[in-house]
């Protein structure tokens, strides 16, 4: 059994090593321990934006004093996905409407650090998930 947990070792190392190029150090442990992952049932505002891969990336918000209190975020799609849908929740979290407005794909991409070319489209999705949700709060609670 000594060479197959060597060869398990090397293959986890080689796979870890790819993907700290792939990702930066900040994606890389975002990959290895997410964050604000999974659907919330008490949120104030929603979004589910599917996008040009054909993932798809889900936002919840939920508000505070007009602020966001707590955000979460689910996607179907790959690592890069994931990692964008973290930070993108993450860069939602203590503001108010306005300033959400300003959470586009660069303001993701700038928070994560690198992504590999072929995916900077998933910066993009989650971007465009945290604006449909800001809009679906918009209408439920500024519209009244």
Not at 49 to 54: D, K, S
Not at 122 to 129: E, G, T
Request: hydrophobic residues 35%; charged residues 30%.
């Amino acid at each position: 059994m000594g060479r197959l947990d060597d060869f398990v070792d090397n293959l986890q190392k080689q796979i870890f090593n790819e993907a700290k190029d792939a990702y930066g150090e900040k994606g890389f442990e975002r990959w290895r321990s997410p964050r604000y992952q999974g659907r919330m049932t008490d949120s104030d505002a929603h979004s589910r934006v599917r996008g040009e891969c054909g993932d798809s990336m889900e936002i919840y918000l939920k508000f505070e004093n007009n602020r966001v209190k707590e955000a979460s975020y689910f996607t179907d799609g790959c690592a890069s996905s994931a990692i964008c849908g973290s930070f993108a929740v993450e860069l939602t979290l203590g503001k108010d409407p306005d300033a959400l407005t300003d959470i586009s794909g660069d303001a993701v991409l700038k928070k994560i650090g690198r992504l590999p070319k072929e995916e900077l489209h998933c910066a993009d999705l989650a971007s465009a998930a945290v604006q449909e949700a800001l809009s679906d709060y918009m209408k439920k609670h500024l519209g009244k």
